[in-house]
């Protein structure tokens, strides 16, 4: 199960966070942004910037999230970069998230999730052209729309994370509202999670299909936790968005796992703070990786 591979990787590196590759032109050094003149070139820079980040990361951290939409907007080159920062990281060993929030109508879901987690025949043969070990989907439209990802995840040893509680501001709009059972939005769709993967629970006790539960909501965090004790959770939130190492431990379990914690650009852009000065990107981002680390472990015990 690709959920005991994370795990696992989490036990062996005593870090519970993951680095989000947001990456985008305006966080490269002066350097390396300056002469980027064209889509392609800006791909190029950020794909150097990405390998030499993942190089200096990859046995301290054992897992990168990159966010597609921080690759589409620079077109069809930086979809490029985004497939050939995942390919990268994978090949260091780290355990890749797709960030893509994907999700439709069921025959428009299976070809998404070719995209990512299953595969493609093309001339008979099969591709993924974008292989990640997990994605991150929108639940929204019911079971139709996550049922493909679920069985590519079975069939291929891959997961995936179902948006439950998000870290945005306004998320309670809609996912803290109660229902006729007494239940909020956030906690039927929890429900729905633990449902989609009952069959994909791996040796360590949680599910390949975990829940992204957000940092910035620290009670409703400690609820699904207690609730829902096999849902893993991918925890958005924390440093840039405001979240604590206090606000974000309760989405652990007792023994420190349960969740992994992203950091995008406080990683990234370290070397933009006065606490990194002098470091090149790449020593700063590992710098402040493994500062993340010991904030995390010194509140959940891991």
Known sequence: MM??????????????????LDTCVDYLPDDMKNGVASLSQAADAIVRFNKNIIDNIADIVPAVKVQVAYYEMYGSDGMRAFAETLAYAKSKGMVTMADVKRNDIGSTAAAYSKAY????????????????????????????GIKPFVDDAEKHGKGAFVLVKTSNPSSGELQNKKLENGNTVYEEMASFVKEWGKNLV????????GAVVGATH??????????????????????????????????????????????????????????????????????????????LTAHIGL
Request: charged share 25%.
């Open 3 to 20: 959920i005991d591979i994370l795990v696992e990787k989490i036990k062996q590196t005593k870090n519970p966070s993951v680095v989000g």
């Open 202 to 209: 791996g040796d360590c006790g949680y599910s390949s299909i």
């Open 117 to 144: 987690l299953g595969e493609n025949l093309v001339g008979g043969k099969a591709f993924t052209p974008f292989e990640s070990d997990f994605v991150t989907l929108n639940g929204y439209l019911g079971g139709d």
């Open 218 to 295: 620290k009670e409703e965090a400690a609820i699904l936790r207690e609730k829902f004790p096999s849902l893993f959770f991918l925890v958005p939130g924390y440093g840039a968005q405001g979240a604590t190492a206090e606000d974000v431990a309760v989405n652990f379990d007792k023994n420190g796992l349960g969740a992994i914690v992203n950091s995008s650009r406080g990683i990234l852009c370290a070397y933009k703070k006065d606490k990194y000065q002098g470091m090149t990107y790449f020593a700063a981002a590992r710098a402040a990786a493994l500062d993340m680390k010991e904030d």
